[in-house]
């Protein structure tokens, strides 16, 4: 991590807000947040005033990923190391989580929500991130989600059981959390193309959780695949339904007509059919990925079409699926779906923030500067985004992959 000076410059000759491209423009930044922005390249006369200079081709906020896995390693595919990285000491695992969010900062991404671990560890890392100059990608951090006894989730999740249950396990974890995270359902069968499994709560249960935590001033977003568990998700208000295979259109317009937001994620389902060997699966259970990956993007496009807000998120640490490096994938799937670019990057920076309640959701004066400066613009150049040249958090500069000086 660079010490950044207490103002500084940039000329760029394209920028996108978050929600707007925009043209040549020369921008300030002081004490970590964006000052000023004026048309046009104002550079010369700055220099001559004796402000530091940066020029580059094009310049963004910073990304989000609005679900990870900071403790795991999406690297590995092999099993058995997936599972002796589980059984590692918490101090090991601690580690992991921070190498993950410089990762993540170095490629772009200065914010992630971490989407649960048993361990606290995503509470820890978001602590630390918060200290200047710590090279970690700020967390939002759903801390230990909930979950019913026996049913997924334990490597993210606590255990709840009736009504006072949930409202004491919810009141104690806002307190640590930033949002509550809802373990609705299992994972899906993919040998039976089908999420198999019965909702672990019924849309009374769910809503308790729901009216638990927005009594306790948080969100909650749902972990949640298949009809009866969207259906239960939907019914309960959560705030944002986390992956969402087999969605429909109908509970699309639901969620629109309530505000729900939906991140996709189809990193993780993605890789086991792009790389079936990684699993072991047969034929039959690739042609299901594919079939579930094709109606997955469908229904994007029907949300876009809808106005359901849509935020990127990878599942990082998911198997395949690598902290920082993986958001360039999913974005590729948006565009895929016929997402239009701009749209997608709204989804990855301001949309996200707007979700979470920043202060500041586009790069706008007086926000944090979370920035990344390309070597040219995403319009011209698709892989653009996946050399950094140059990434800010808060004013300060972190050296980007590729560089002689970055280390993980």
Same mark, same amino acid.
């Given at each position: 991590?660079?010490?950044a000076?207490?103002?500084f410059?940039?000329?760029?000759?394209?920028?996108f807000?978050?929600?707007t491209r !925009?043209?040549?423009?020369?921008l300030?930044?002081?004490?970590?947040?964006?000052?000023?922005?004026?048309?046009?390249?104002?550079?010369?006369?700055?220099?001559?005033?004796? =402000?530091? #200079?940066t020029?580059g081709?094009?310049?963004?906020?910073g990304?989000v990923?609005?679900?990870?896995?900071?403790? %795991?390693?999406?690297?590995?595919?092999?099993? +058995?190391?997936r599972?002796?990285?589980?059984?590692?000491?918490?101090?090991?695992?601690?580690d @992991?989580?921070? @190498?993950?969010?410089?990762?993540?900062?170095?490629c772009g991404?200065?914010?992630?929500?971490?989407a649960?671990?048993?361990?606290?560890?995503?509470n820890?890392v978001?602590?630390?991130?918060?200290?200047?100059?710590?090279?970690?990608a700020?967390?939002?951090?759903g801390? %230990?989600?909930?979950?019913r006894?026996?049913?997924?989730?334990a490597f993210? @999740?606590?255990?709840v059981?009736?009504? @006072?249950?949930?409202r +004491?396990?919810? +009141?104690?974890?806002?307190?640590?959390?930033?949002?509550i995270?809802?373990i609705?359902?299992g994972?899906?069968?993919f040998?039976?193309?089908?999420?198999?499994?019965?909702?672990?709560f019924?849309?009374?249960?769910?809503?308790?959780?729901?009216?638990?935590a927005?009594a306790a001033?948080r969100?909650?977003?749902?972990?949640?695949?298949?009809?009866?568990?969207?259906a239960?998700a939907?019914?309960?208000?959560? *705030?944002?339904?986390e992956?969402g295979f087999?969605?429909? $259109? *109908?509970?699309?317009?639901?969620m /629109?007509? /309530?505000?729900?937001?939906?991140?996709?994620?189809?990193?993780?389902?993605?890789?086991?059919?792009?790389?079936?060997?990684a699993?072991?699966?047969?034929?039959?259970?690739?042609g299901?990925?594919?079939?579930? #990956?094709?109606a997955?993007?469908?229904?994007? !496009?029907?949300a876009?079409?809808?106005?359901?807000?849509v935020?990127v998120?990878?599942?990082?640490?998911s198997?395949g699926?690598?902290?920082? %490096?993986?958001?360039?994938?999913e974005?590729?799937?948006?565009?895929?779906?016929? =997402? &239009?670019?701009?749209a997608v990057?709204?989804a990855?920076?301001?949309a996200?923030?707007?979700?979470?309640?920043?202060?500041h959701?586009? %790069?706008?004066?007086?926000a944090?500067?979370d920035?990344? #400066?390309?070597?040219a613009?995403? =319009?011209d *150049?698709?892989?653009?985004? $996946?050399?950094?040249?140059?990434?800010?958090?808060?004013g300060?500069?972190?050296?980007? &992959?590729?560089?002689?000086e970055?280390?993980?």
């Amino acid at each position: 991590m660079n010490t950044a000076p207490a103002r500084f410059a940039l000329v760029v000759g394209d920028w996108f807000d978050g929600e707007t491209r !925009r043209g040549p423009a020369t921008l300030k930044v002081v004490d970590g947040c964006l000052a000023g922005v004026a048309e046009g390249d104002h550079g010369a006369a700055l220099a001559e005033q004796g =402000w530091p #200079l940066t020029r580059g081709a094009f310049l963004m906020p910073g990304l989000v990923d609005a679900h990870v896995h900071l403790f %795991l390693d999406g690297k590995p595919t092999e099993q +058995a190391v997936r599972a002796a990285h589980l059984k590692q000491s918490l101090e090991a695992l601690t580690d @992991a989580a921070r @190498a993950s969010a410089r990762q993540n900062l170095a490629c772009g991404v200065t914010l992630v929500r971490d989407a649960g671990d048993r361990h606290g560890i995503n509470n820890r890392v978001r602590d630390e991130a918060r200290a200047v100059g710590s090279g970690l990608a700020q967390v939002r951090s759903g801390g %230990l989600g909930v979950k019913r006894a026996r049913r997924y989730g334990a490597f993210m @999740a606590t255990d709840v059981d009736d009504e @006072a249950s949930i409202r +004491a396990s919810v +009141a104690q974890l806002a307190r640590a959390n930033d949002e509550i995270k809802l373990i609705l359902t299992g994972i899906i069968d993919f040998d039976a193309g089908a999420v198999t499994d019965e909702p672990q709560f019924s849309a009374e249960a769910a809503g308790v959780v729901v009216q638990a935590a927005h009594a306790a001033g948080r969100k909650v977003f749902a972990h949640c695949s298949g009809e009866k568990g969207l259906a239960v998700a939907v019914a309960a208000g959560v *705030d944002s339904i986390e992956h969402g295979f087999f969605m429909s $259109r *109908d509970v699309l317009a639901r969620m /629109r007509d /309530r505000q729900l937001a939906w991140v996709p994620t189809f990193c993780p389902v993605h890789f086991q059919w792009a790389q079936p060997q990684a699993v072991g699966w047969s034929p039959n259970t690739v042609g299901n990925l594919r079939r579930i #990956l094709d109606a997955h993007a469908e229904h994007l !496009r029907i949300a876009r079409e809808l106005g359901v807000r849509v935020l990127v998120g990878t599942d990082a640490g998911s198997m395949g699926v690598e902290h920082g %490096l993986a958001m360039f994938d999913e974005i590729d799937r948006f565009l895929e779906a016929g =997402w &239009p670019l701009h749209a997608v990057l709204s989804a990855a920076t301001s949309a996200a923030r707007r979700h979470f309640g920043a202060e500041h959701a586009t %790069l706008a004066p007086g926000a944090p500067f979370d920035a990344l #400066l390309l070597g040219a613009s995403p =319009w011209d *150049d698709a892989q653009a985004m $996946r050399q950094p040249r140059q990434v800010w958090t808060r004013g300060l500069a972190v050296l980007a &992959p590729g560089t002689a000086e970055f280390r993980t």
